[in-house]
Structures are given as structure tokens and as C-alpha cells.
């Protein structure tokens, strides 16, 4: 396919020789902030989807100065030596004192995955994560960010973007394939050299622009709270590097199994889907919502219970088991459900996703979540079904260990409920967290593994069971007390999520009537007015700035412009939102200092594992069996070490082991403990 290369923008260069990569070089050298990018054959660093070529460059003036380097493109073209251009891209950045660069966590993989070298520890600016810790709402994708910010040195930001999107389209059409399908297969590898090397000269441009714009504010400079802002953008740009060597290492899956499971499932669901014929008098997709909307609530007239966001019928597993009454089919089709979510998400689209030694590379995405809490896609860890008597447990038996390899699982123990005890104040909670022995190390008297000690002959803090006396009046002794603190179990839990009634009328434990399930709700905050007086001062507090919005303990910054809105039912969903995040957000935040604290232990010889996967959270951590009892002393230890900065309320990491899979976890039991 033909294309006139487009001219090259003021700066920029296309170079090959070694004369030219040697001048590069020597000019680079002399830089301070020097930005880079990889260009690539696709996404999937773990399956041979490698550098084609790379653009680095820096701020000269009023303006920035780029070269791009290619190296493997699949067209006739002249290209520089590999070989010399590993080496040119290594010298460039020795003597940087910051690298630069839009979704880092990518580049280092990329590189690492290609055999090329970044440097391990030079202060790292990503602006990606910059424009999340300035503001979580906005977009992040790179173009669009400088466009919203007007710092395009090239006038229209998406011009080359735009250029290169067209001529995928037309070399995909080409090729009978779609977009999607194109880029899976070869991302740009084809693009001639020309219009690759001006696009990727602008992305480090803009990324440099966008470098020069936002870093003092993601910094917090000026703030009232910069000295803890600044270490959270530290500790941000390190999670860079934690979470691309979490990834880079993986975790084992086996595939054989899932490939039985997915045998296995394919069964359970013809057999299921011939039942829910007979139940509902006819053949359906059972697991297209529209369709089930349809049967459930036009054609058998069931009561709706709940709406979705967008106005719909729910049918979700909540609403359908308030529906589970209504009509005998309900429940099989709940279950047939369930199974065809695990068919689909975690069988053969798990195996797709597992590289050449049977590894799987979950992407971890530090600005996935408006709350600060880190999320995961390809695949989603989060959404493994995780209470289900038999598929949570399916699932996790695929992510198995290494052999002579011992997985450490640490856990933050009710995070988000010691969390909301200190926010709020609330005299209940706090009394459930109440610990002698972590009061010892707050006055000194105690040292950290003299706490852990101690703890140990203390009653474990049953906060459900001193919420159901103190709020519900419930008798321990009573009939009926597992069933009040069961409501309060929930409760407690669904207040850091904004959850109303409806938690404990859609929870099959319960099966409150909706009545029981509003007295409840409203004994628990009757009895706990700390939780909505903090509320209140927060939403008060976000409403005195003009762009509404709160600074958590850490100096995360959460925007809540939708309190601004006329509509009255999105201002209640955003204030319930935002309660939410403070709770949310808090707790998330200690994940990702735990996340580095372990990372920097590990570059330093210091604890001798590698971590592999976090879940909500949870931190999951691979040693020698040998080194067992050693890496899980430390990693508890580092994940609790948050001493006295929630007042009274300790931060307590539960250890699970395992030596087999995921699904045979266990407590963690040493003499020694």
C-alpha cells in the first residue's frame, strides 16, 4: 500500500546510520528529562509482539527536539541495526536525570521483552499518571489529554493520529480484516517508515509538552499538603516499576485444566439450558440480558426490583434472586448464568492469554478507577466469582504454583471498615478494633514483632457480632443472633459503598422483606449518627471549591462535580459516591505503598520473592518454599507498617499459603509466628 510520507515537523528526525545514532547519542546525552516511546508489533510484549522501532527526545527551547530509530518494520524500507540501535537507546538514557514518558509501565515491558535497556532506577515522569493524580475524570489517552490542556507543539494534536488511524483502515480492509483483528495480528509493524516516524516523534513531543504542563501540579508544588503529595507522586512513579515487573513475572496457569473445565461447563449448560426449556416453556439465549429482560418481565409479567444505570430492568444475581419466589425457573437460570460468565471470561479466553511457558501477564492499571484503587483487565482478576460454592473455587484452581514454590497471600484484614472506624470517629467501631498490644507499639513500649506476638492471645475483634448487640439490641444467646449479625455483616460492609436497604432484601442468606430491611438499615444509622455527620461535613467541605472535590489522607485528590447537577438523583448517587471513595480510596491507598515498599525490598536483595498478582486487597508474593517463613514475616510486616497513622485503629495483613493453586489457600500456621 502507497502513502506520500508526510514532512517531518521542525526537530524531528528519521535516522539509520551509525553515524547518525552516534550524533543522537552525543546530543541526548547532554539532556536532563529525556522522553521515549516504543512503536510495536502489537500489545502482547509475553507473545513475541516486540519493539519495531522507538522515538526519544527531548525539550530544546521552546519546542521539542525527536529522533525515531526504526528497526523492525515489515516493509522494504531502509532501517537501522538492531544491534546498534539497542545500543544507541542504552547511551541515550545513561545520563538522563529523568525519563519521560505517556503509559510506562508498557515501554519498560516492551523493552525488557525485546532486549532493550531502561535504566532501573532514574526518576521516572509518567504523564498518564500525572493527568490521574490532577484529575481522575478526565481522559487519559495521550492526544486527548493535550488537546484538553492546549500544549500541542504541533497545532492539531490528533493530526498524525488521526493519519496513521487511516491508513490501518485502509490496509485492514485491504487485508479483509477488521481494525481489531489488523492490530492483534500486526499492530504497526507494517506502516511505512515515513508516517510512523513523524507519529511517533509527536507522541514524545506531547508527551514532553504535557511533562512541562502538569508535573509541579501532580506534585501538589504550592499546596498546603505538598509534602505529602510529593511522596505520593514518588510512590505512583515507582508503582510504575512495581506493577511492570508483577506483570512481566505472571503467574502460572494450567491449561489443561481450563480446557477440561471448559468441557465440563459446555455439559452443565446443555443440560441446564434443556431444563430451562422445559421450565419456561420455550429456547432463549440465556445469557443475553435483553433477551432474559424480555421473558422475565414482558412476557411472564415478574415485578421489576431494581433498574440499571441506564434505566433498564436489572438481572443481575441480586435482582434475580429477589426474584428466585416469583417463579420456579429463576433460580436454574441464576445458575445457568453463572456458568456461562466463567465459560466466556475465564476458560478459553483465560488460555488465549497464556504465553509460551504457560504464564499469564495480567495488566494492572493504576488509572482504572476514579477511587485510586488499582484494577486489572486481560484478564480481570477482580471479577473471579469469589462466593460461589463451587465455581470460585473452579476458577482459582488454574492459577497454580511453580514447583518448590510457596505463595504468600497477605490480606488486609476489614481495611475498609478500620478505615471508616477512624473517618467517622464511630465509638462502636472503634471499640472493635480496640488492641492492647498495638498500643504497646504506639507508645514504644512494644517492638513490631513483640506486637505480632502479643496480638496473637488477643480475642479476635468480631465487629458484626458488637454491632448486632449495640445496634439491634441482639442477645448473643438468642436464636435469631446469627441472623442479626449477618444484617450487620452487610451493613458494616455496604457502607463504604454507599449501599442502601436493598443489600440486605437481595442477599439469599437473609431474604429480608423489604420492610424488615428499611428498620435495619435505619437502627444502624440511628445508633451510628457519626457515619452521616461525616458524611455531611465532607459533602459541605466539597462544595466550598468551585470545582467540587476532597484530598484523602495520602493526598489523593477525588473530584465530585456532579454534586453541582440539577438532577436530584444524580447529585444523591454522586454524594453516596463520594463517601464511598473517602472509605474506598483510603484503604486502596495502602495497597500501593505496600505494592512499592515490597518491590524496593526485592531490588535490594532484601526479600528474596517476587510478586505476582494483587487482588483487591490482597497481595500475592512467590518464594522458595525454603525462604517461606521468612518472606512472610517480612511482607506482613511491611503491609502493616502504617503505625499510628490512623490513630488507635491498627492496620492488620492476614497470611494465607499455598503450594499448590490458588484454591487450596490456606491460613498461614508456623510455630514461630
Known amino acids: 500500500m502507497m502513502v506520500a510520507p508526510p514532512r517531518l515537523s521542525d526537530g524531528h528526525h528519521i535516522i539509520h546510520t551509525p553515524d547518525e545514532l552516534s550524533a543522537m547519542v552525543r546530543e541526548l546525552q ?4 529525556v522522553g521515549f516511546d516504543f512503536e510495536t508489533s ?13 522515538s526519544i527526545g ?6 521539542p527536539r525527536c529522533w525515531y530509530v526504526p528497526v523492525e518494520h515489515r516493509t522494504a524500507e531502509i532501517q537501522a541495526d538492531p544491534d546498534n540501535a539497542r545500543a544507541a537507546f542504552r547511551d541515550a538514557l545513561k545520563g538522563a536525570r529523568s525519563l519521560v514518558g505517556h503509559n510506562l509501565k508498557f515501554d519498560i515491558n516492551m523493552a525488557r521483552a525485546g532486549g532493550w535497556e531502561v ?18 475524570l478526565q481522559p487519559k489517552q495521550l492526544e486527548k489529554v493535550v488537546m484538553a490542556l492546549g500544549v500541542s507543539p504541533y497545532g492539531d494534536s490528533l493530526e498524525m493520529k488521526d493519519a496513521v488511524e487511516d491508513w490501518i483502515k485502509s490496509r485492514a480492509k485491504e487485508r479483509r480484516q477488521s481494525r481489531r483483528a489488523y492490530l492483534d495480528e500486526l499492530g504497526h509493524a507494517e506502516i511505512p517508515v ?36 510529593s511522596a505520593l507522586y514518588a510512590n505512583e512513579m515507582l508503582l510504575v516499576r512495581a506493577l511492570a515487573d508483577m506483570e512481566f513475572v505472571g503467574q502460572p496457569v494450567d491449561v489443561d485444566y481450563l480446557e477440561r473445565v471448559g468441557l465440563d461447563l459446555d455439559q452443565q449448560m446443555a443440560e441446564g439450558g434443556q431444563k430451562l426449556e422445559r421450565l419456561f416453556g420455550g429456547r432463549h439465549k440465556w445469557g443475553n440480558d435483553n433477551v432474559i429482560r424480555e421473558l422475565l418481565f414482558q412476557e411472564l409479567k415478574l415485578p421489576i426490583v431494581a433498574l440499571t444505570k441506564r434505566g433498564q430492568p436489572a438481572v443481575d444475581k441480586a435482582a434475580m434472586h429477589v426474584l428466585a419466589g416469583e417463579h ?13 460468565k466463567v465459560r466466556n471470561t475465564y476458560t478459553d479466553s483465560l488460555i488465549s492469554k497464556v504465553d509460551a511457558r504457560g504464564r499469564i501477564h495480567a495488566s494492572f492499571v493504576q488509572t482504572g478507577t476514579s477511587t485510586g484503587r488499582l484494577s486489572s483487565k486481560a484478564p480481570n482478576l477482580q471479577n473471579i466469582p469469589s462466593r460461589h460454592p463451587i465455581l470460585s473455587k473452579l476458577v482459582r484452581r488454574a492459577f497454580v504454583v511453580d514447583p518448590d514454590q510457596t505463595r504468600i497471600y497477605c490480606d488486609y484484614s476489614q481495611v475498609e471498615l478500620r478505615l471508616l472506624a477512624w473517618i467517622t470517629a464511630n465509638p462502636t467501631l472503634t471499640a472493635a478494633y480496640e488492641s492492647h498490644a498495638y498500643m504497646g507499639l504506639l507508645s514504644g513500649r512494644l517492638t513490631y514483632e513483640q506486637y505480632r506476638s502479643a496480638r496473637q492471645s488477643e480475642a479476635a475483634a468480631d465487629v458484626h457480632g458488637l454491632v448486632a448487640e449495640r445496634v439491634f439490641g441482639a442477645d448473643p444467646t438468642a436464636p435469631d443472633f446469627k441472623r442479626r449479625r449477618s444484617a450487620a455483616k452487610i451493613i458494616n460492609f455496604g457502607v463504604p459503598y454507599g449501599g442502601g436497604p436493598n443489600l440486605l432484601v437481595t442477599n439469599p442468606e437473609l431474604s429480608l422483606s423489604e420492610k424488615v430491611a428499611k428498620r435495619y438499615y435505619s437502627q444502624y444509622h440511628q445508633q451510628n449518627p457519626e457515619i452521616e455527620k461525616t458524611k455531611a461535613r465532607l459533602l459541605q467541605k466539597m462544595l466550598t471549591h468551585s470545582d467540587p472535590h476532597f484530598v484523602n489522607w495520602a493526598s489523593r485528590v477525588r473530584h465530585g462535580r456532579r454534586l453541582l447537577w440539577a438532577d436530584e438523583n444524580l447529585v444523591s448517587e454522586e454524594e453516596r459516591s463520594m463517601f464511598a471513595s473517602l472509605v474506598q480510596g483510603s484503604a486502596g491507598e495502602l495497597t500501593r505503598f505496600s505494592l512499592v ?32 517463613h521468612e518472606v512472610a514475616m517480612i511482607v506482613q510486616r511491611e503491609m502493616e507498617g502504617f503505625t499510628g497513622l490512623f490513630g488507635t485503629i491498627p492496620v492488620v495483613a492476614d497470611l494465607e499459603t499455598t503450594r499448590t493453586h490458588w484454591a487450596d489457600k490456606e491460613d498461614y500456621t508456623n510455630e514461630t509466628k
Request: proline residues 3%.
Open 30 to 33: 547532554s539532556a536532563t528529562d
Open 42 to 54: 502489537g500489545l502482547r510484549y509475553w507473545d513475541r509482539q516486540l519493539p519495531i522501532g522507538f
Open 58 to 63: 527531548y525539550w530544546n527551547g521552546d519546542r
Open 119 to 136: 535504566p532501573r532506577w532514574t526518576q521516572l515522569h509518567d504523564t498518564m499518571i500525572q493527568a490521574y493524580l490532577i484529575d481522575e
Open 194 to 229: 515515513g508516517l510512523e516516524g513523524e507519529y511517533a516523534c509527536r507522541d514524545v513531543g506531547h508527551t514532553l509538552a504535557l511533562d512541562r504542563q502538569q508535573r509541579r501540579q501532580a506534585m501538589g508544588i504550592g499546596t498546603h499538603y505538598e509534602a505529602s503529595r
Open 328 to 340: 420456579k425457573g429463576v433460580e436454574p437460570l441464576m445458575e445457568w448464568r453463572a456458568r456461562y
Open 597 to 628: 515498599k515490597l518491590w524496593l525490598l526485592q531490588q535490594t536483595g532484601k526479600l528474596p520473592a517476587v510478586t505476582t498478582s494483587t487482588v483487591h486487597d490482597e497481595i500475592q508474593v512467590d518464594c522458595d518454599t525454603k525462604d517461606e
